[in-house]
Each structure stands twice: as C-alpha cells, then as structure tokens.
C-alpha cells in the first residue's frame, strides 16, 4: 500500500502525513471528482489543496482562507472550483487555475454544509440560521430559500434529492425541483442506530454531537453507542426516501 517504510504498531497501514497540514483541527476533506486532489479545510480559517502521487505522497499546490473556521467544502463537477461555506457566515466560490476566490452566498449563522448540484447548476447552502439556501453564484441574493424547523446539523444532497437532519431531530427531504417545499419532514427519536447498505454506491451515514461529525462509508453495519445521545442520519441516494434494502431503525 502507501508509503516505503515498514509498518509498525503505531502505523500499520504506512500512512502518509500531509506537508504543509492545518494548524488547527480539520472540518472537511474533499476529493476532486476529476483528477488526484484533495482539499481539507480547517478550524485555522484555511482550505488546502494537494496533489496526491500513485504512492501516497502528496504536494501542496494551493490555498485560501476565510476570515473564521472553514465547515465545510464541495468540489464543482469539471474539478475546476471548489465552494467552501465558513463560520463567517458567507461562502466562496475558489477558482485553482488562478488561485483566486470571491464570495458567492452568506447566511445569517455559520454555513454547516455547501453542495454543488450540477443537474441543477446551483449551489446549496445549509445554515445553522435556520435556512437551506440555493444560488446560482452571478447573484448576491438566493434564488430560492427553504424555512427548516431547526438548526442544519447534516445535509447531503444527490440528483434531485436533498436530505438534512435539523437540532430538533427532524430529517427535512426535499424534491430540489420544488426546493421551497419540503417532500416530508420526518421527526426521529433516535438515540442509537444501525445503518447497512449491502451496495456501494455513494452511501453514507453521519453521526454528530456536539460538532463532532463520524461520517462513514456504510459496507456492512456500524452501531452508534446510546451514550452518545447523538442524532443519526442515513441518506439515501435514491428517488425514495425509503427502500427495503436500506434501512435504519431503532435499538
């Protein structure tokens, strides 16, 4: 696998270390959806890119920063940008070629989550104000806003659908061809859960307290431990918001 050296105990798999890494912890990392890049933003205020060699190894190419913590970033779908959402309430548009940035959305509270969508050509935003926001980055007003009952804890966004689970325990799904409107908003009182999907394909589950974000790739089961006390969403990448052969329940 990566790395020359021999595996130890304390690195068994020969894990390589990022030059040039953040200062502070790590809130997001993103790999290009074109090339071999990954950018990680930072509690340090900054976004960093690398180039990541076939054997491990990485180098710095490029990086911005945001005037407070950066949450959360999305790559455009030709790799060409990346949008970056940030504690400072606005996000960015950060062009590589030329290593320039501007702001292209703000919010009234930190920016949680930002996606591209490509089949729809704009960017979504969702904020801890209460909101999910959607732009199409030439206008410095959304095109449309959707009202959530809460805080926007974990979103994520596939196709034309968009799931976000909000601070009161809720999960908003929304049909992005009518984004103003929820399709359901289904309360959940999960404390514990158990996620499985038996098919690879852009599944995820993502657990957070406190800001404290476990995001996995979901091959076989993961449970979640009660004392926890953490609010639990699976997203499922498909038309409906349930399927018989991807399930969460309660234990």
């Known amino acids: 696998m990566f790395g020359a050296a021999a595996s130890n105990a304390h690195n068994p798999n020969n894990d390589m270390e990022v030059p040039n890494a953040a200062t502070d912890g790590i809130s997001c990392v993103e790999w290009s959806p074109t090339a071999n890049y990954l950018v990680a933003g930072s509690w340090d205020n900054q976004i960093r890119c690398w180039e990541v060699m076939s054997n491990g190894s990485t180098t710095p190419k490029a990086s911005i920063s945001h005037s407070a913590p950066i949450l959360c970033a999305s790559w455009s779908s030709d790799g060409a940008r990346v949008y970056t959402g940030s504690c400072d309430k606005t996000a960015k548009v950060w062009d590589l070629a030329t290593n320039q940035s501007m702001q292209v959305a703000a919010h009234d509270a930190p920016i949680k989550d930002i996606f591209w969508a490509p089949e729809n050509n704009f960017l979504v935003t969702a904020s801890w104000d209460k909101t999910i926001k959607f732009w199409d ?71 957070e307290r406190d800001g404290a974000r476990d995001r996995r790739g979901l091959g076989g089961t993961r449970q979640i431990p009660s004392r926890h006390a953490c609010l639990c969403l699976y997203v499922m990448l498909v038309d409906s918001a349930i399927s018989s052969s991807h399930f969460v329940k309660s234990v």
Do not use: F, M
């Open 137 to 207: 980055c030439k206008s410095p007003t959304p095109g449309a806003t959707l009202q959530l009952p809460e805080r926007a804890y974990a979103t994520d966004v596939r196709g034309q659908l968009l799931v976000c689970a909000t601070a009161d325990r809720k999960v908003v799904i929304v049909n992005l061809s009518n984004p103003t409107q929820p399709h359901s908003i289904v309360a959940s009182p999960l404390k514990c859960a158990i996620c499985r999907a038996p098919s690879l394909v852009n599944r995820a589950s993502e657990c």
